[in-house]
């Protein structure tokens, strides 16, 4: 009778698990795989998180001396080790058996011998989550991925980067709302792999659904016709949605006339508009910047945008073409918008100041935080066919204040 063929989950430097045939894998992109056939059927599969469990366990060790930091918590590391096997065991074809075994480092006697993960794993893994820490240290892997949208003609360019990787996906503009969806099914989360077609690459997004970090997920870029995965990151769920939807919505909402000093109006004004309006979405917005939660079924259509950040002088709201257009009075407009906007925000007149003056009574994150709370009141008075967005600072940088301006990221403010 042959042999059953196992897997062995028992990590160890750059390595996350063995063969029968003494074969290592590592844990790169959380991928699970056999790609041998004679091992065995054929599997692939992502467990996001899994990777980063396994570099926590090796950046505590020193594996010249095999002995691991005296601080590390090898209950709550086995705990989700364990988590991480039942779910493989669930996806990998039963033609395999999965053992999980400690590493050689681990001198706790948690785990004793080798385990085989089957249907009865959960009476060891209850017993573990009843002593295991909840004080887990965050990912090390929650912004590795920088967005970066160009608009071209009937299309938005968007590129991904990771450390010295880069991949550019083209966005068809008749595509944008198929973003918006795909944005919304991942912060839903009823399903455990959300996935996205455009063009000939394949965008997805698989939540984290084990271990101590459930605000993680994996993004990966499959091209559809070679199935290559180019592109793989470990992301925060939230930075991951904000980012990539910021990215887009901006690039769709300024800068989009060709004569700044002509602006359009009517048809040829909704019509450049449009693209914006297929991508925006309340739920989307009021998500990524904690605000109630609100539905997109009452979007009215957005043609005109204003970004508000202070510079010298008093200056302190910018429209859609960089033109300084408004003080903590008054929002002007161009003759083709509609009357001015008046305001009457109190504190916005003081907090538009203290950026010509400022002392140290404040830092600049505390600075920016009272700032998005005026934001919110301006947009309360805003009609609804105009956006408001508000400039971050440079985090890179919070105490330059030369870094104020426009290149900086924007965080579009609901309208609740």
Known sequence: ????????????????????????????????????????????????????????????????????????????????????????????PKAFTLYYKAPYEDRSQTILGEIEINEHIDILIDQLKARASHQISAPSFTNQIDFKAKRGENEV??????????????????????????????????QSTCSLYPSRFCLHFFRQTIGSHPEMGQFWIENSHTHDKPFQAYVNIKNFIKGLYLSVLTELGFHIYIDMNNYPSEDERNSAWKPYNQLKSRQIESYITDQRPMKDEDNTPVNETYVMFPEWGGCIFWDTMGVGSGNAECIYRNENSGSDIKLNIPGLKKWSEFYDNHDDSQSFEEYWHEGWELAKLVRKQLPEHIDLFYMCYDPKQPDAIINYHYELPKIVVPKQ
């Not at 003494?22 to 699970?32: K, L, M, N, Q, V």
């Not at 996906?169 to 973003?179: A, C, D, E």
Request: charged residues 25%.
């Open 157 to 190: 360019l968007l590129s991904f980067q990771l450390n010295r990787l880069q991949t550019e996906v083209s966005i068809p503009f008749n595509q944008l709302s198929g973003i918006r969806y795909w944005l919304k099914e991942i912060i839903a989360g009823n």
């Open 1 to 92: 009778m042959k042999q059953k063929r196992y897997i062995r989950l028992s990590p160890d430097f750059d390595v996350l698990y063995i063969d029968q045939e003494s074969c290592c894998y590592d844990a790169y992109g959380d991928e699970i795989y056999n790609d041998n056939l004679e091992l065995g059927p054929l599997f692939c599969f992502a467990m996001p998180g899994i990777e980063e469990w396994q570099k926590r366990y090796m950046y505590a060790t020193d594996f010249s001396k095999t002995t691991t930091d005296p601080s590390f918590d090898w209950l709550t590391w086995h705990y989700e080790g364990l988590c991480f096997a039942k779910a493989i065991w669930e996806q990998m």
